[in-house]
C-alpha cells in the first residue's frame, strides 16, 4: 500500500495560471480531503468527498474546484492562482464515518503563487 | 465543534513520559477527542482517539477526566522522533452523508531533548 500520494510535491506558479494538485489512496477509503496549511492558521479544511460522485465545501472553497469520479482520485484544481493560495496542501482521507475517524494524510504539495 | 486548548509548547527529556495536556470544557456529550501529530511539516500522524473510557495503544495512552472537560496524551518514553506539533481535536460522530470534519488549532510544539 501506497497509502496517500500526493503529486507534484513542490510547484511554483505565477498569478492566473491554473494548475491541478492531484490526490490519490489505494485504501478503498470512502472519504477524501484537502486541507490548506499556512504559518501561525493550522491546518484549514478546504473541500471534502464522502463517496464518488460526492463533494462539499469545507471552511476555505473559495478559488478551488474539486470532482470525484472515482474512489481512488480526489484532485483539486485550482482556476487562477493568486498570491493568497501560496500554502503547503494536504490530502487525506479515511474509512470511517465516525467523527473524523483515522485521517491517513498524505505528505504534503507546496504551493507558491508569485 | 468544542474549543480545545493547548499549552504552545513543552519540553520533555527523552526516555521520560511526555505529558500534553488538553482543555475542552465545552465539549458534547458525542464529540470524541482526537489527537494527531504533525513531524516537521510532514503531514498529520492520527495518535488515539477516545470518548470517556482511557484508551491505550502501541504510540500512547489517553487518559480522558470524568466530566471530560479535559484530557492527558501520555508517551510512556518518549524519543527525539517524537519532537513534533501535537493536535488535541474534538469531533462529532458524522454517519450518513457527513463527515467528521477536523478543526485543528495550534497545537502543543513538543521538544525532546537528550
Known amino acids: 500500500n501506497a497509502g496517500v500520494t500526493q503529486t507534484p510535491k513542490f510547484q511554483v506558479l505565477k498569478t492566473g495560471q491554473s494548475m491541478t494538485l492531484q490526490c490519490a489512496q489505494d485504501m478503498n477509503h470512502e472519504y477524501m480531503s484537502w486541507y490548506r496549511q499556512d504559518p501561525g492558521m493550522g491546518l484549514r479544511l478546504i473541500h471534502y468527498?464522502?463517496?464518488?460522485?460526492?463533494?462539499d465545501q469545507g471552511e476555505v472553497p473559495n478559488g478551488y474546484n474539486v470532482s470525484r469520479s472515482t474512489t481512488e482520485d480526489f484532485p483539486l484544481r485550482l482556476l487562477s492562482a493568486a498570491p493568497s493560495q501560496t500554502s503547503v496542501y494536504f490530502c487525506?482521507?479515511?474509512?470511517?464515518?465516525?467523527?473524523?475517524?483515522?485521517?491517513?494524510f498524505g505528505e504534503g504539495s507546496r504551493l507558491t503563487v508569485l | 465543534d468544542a474549543k480545545t486548548t493547548q499549552p504552545t509548547s513543552m519540553d520533555c527529556a527523552e526516555g521520560r513520559a511526555a505529558n500534553l495536556p488538553c482543555n475542552h470544557s465545552t465539549i458534547s456529550g458525542n464529540e470524541y477527542v482526537y489527537w494527531y501529530r504533525q513531524i516537521h511539516s510532514q503531514g498529520p500522524q492520527y495518535i488515539i482517539h477516545g470518548l470517556k473510557n482511557n484508551e491505550t495503544n502501541e504510540m500512547a495512552s489517553l487518559i480522558i477526566t470524568e466530566d471530560r472537560k479535559s484530557s492527558t496524551l501520555i508517551l510512556p518514553h518518549a524519543t527525539l522522533r517524537d519532537t513534533a506539533v501535537y493536535y488535541c481535536?474534538?469531533?462529532?460522530?458524522?454517519?450518513?452523508?457527513?463527515?467528521?470534519?477536523?478543526?485543528f488549532g495550534q497545537g502543543t510544539i513538543l521538544t525532546v531533548h537528550p
Open positions: 487525506a482521507s479515511s474509512y470511517s464515518s465516525v467523527g473524523a475517524g483515522e485521517l491517513f
Open positions: 481535536i474534538a469531533a462529532r460522530f458524522a454517519g450518513g452523508t457527513s463527515y467528521g470534519k477536523l478543526t
Open positions: 468527498s464522502v463517496g464518488a460522485g460526492i463533494t
